[in-house]
């Protein structure tokens, strides 16, 4: 079965201290990427990655880190989470018209 | 820059009914697909129908409908003979060039039943 797995699906922590979202897809896709999801604003798209070792920033990059060191996985850094990106985040694997999407975390920072 | 407008922020639909639920774009690129996507209350994000920039026909999945006007740079979801469960957030996104998708603010929509 096609999946995008992210996790966790719910953390709650507090500012500073580091974090990482763990993204994963098992359909071979050479395109990942990243989005955060706020009310009235839709998804905005955080990083992206091409193929392995090669990401680039998308909308609103401030404050996170991607790598991509295999073509499966995809993880999300926060260095230093502040509340602002107290968010729902998605990870999305795609490949032409094919487009999935993990179910989401929901990150809550204190 | 790509950009996309969904000007609904929340629609009602009587059960049994169609709705259709507005997108429009704006892209300089000539070759660009354009995806909906239904977000229930459950959070996730599910894949509902694409339409490339040179299809002739309309896309259709199912009840869901693509009505792509190119000249007017819309692409509008049509769904046919609402059901309670198609209440949820739907998002109207493009793809053009690096893959990369931007969406639109999203439509609620409430089926009453």
């Known amino acids: 079965e096609a999946q995008v797995t992210q996790n966790p699906r719910y953390l709650i922590t507090v500012t500073g201290k580091k974090l990482t979202v763990t993204c994963s897809q098992n359909?071979?896709?050479?395109?990942m990427s990243w989005y955060r999801q706020d009310p009235g604003l839709g998804l905005r798209q955080i990083y992206y990655?091409?193929?392995?070792?090669?990401?680039d920033k998308g909308d609103v990059p401030e404050g996170y880190k991607v790598s991509r060191k295999e073509k499966r996985n995809f993880p999300l850094i926060l260095e230093s989470p502040s509340p602002n990106q107290t968010s729902l985040y998605f990870c999305?694997?795609?490949?032409?018209?094919?487009?999935?999407f993990g179910q989401g975390t929901r990150l809550t920072v204190v | 820059a790509q950009k996309i407008t969904q000007t609904q922020p929340g629609m009602f639909v009587q059960e049994k009914e169609a709705v259709t639920l507005d997108c429009t774009y704006d892209?300089?690129?000539?070759?660009?697909?354009l995806f909906w996507y239904k977000q229930p209350s459950s959070g996730e994000m599910i894949f509902l129908i694409y339409q490339g920039s040179y299809d002739q026909q309309n896309a259709t999945e199912g009840r869901y409908s693509l009505n792509f006007q190119k000249a007017r740079k819309s692409a509008n979801l049509v769904i046919s003979a609402s059901q309670l469960g198609d209440s949820a957030m739907y998002f109207c996104?493009?793809?053009?060039?690096?893959?990369?998708?931007?969406f639109g603010t999203g439509t609620r929509l409430t089926v009453i039943p």
């Open positions: 990655s091409m193929n392995v070792e090669v990401t």
């Open positions: 892209t300089s690129d000539p070759s660009y697909g």
């Open positions: 359909m071979n896709h050479e395109y």
């Open positions: 999305a694997s795609r490949e032409n018209t094919e487009a999935f």
């Open positions: 996104a493009i793809q053009t060039g690096a893959n990369n998708l931007f």
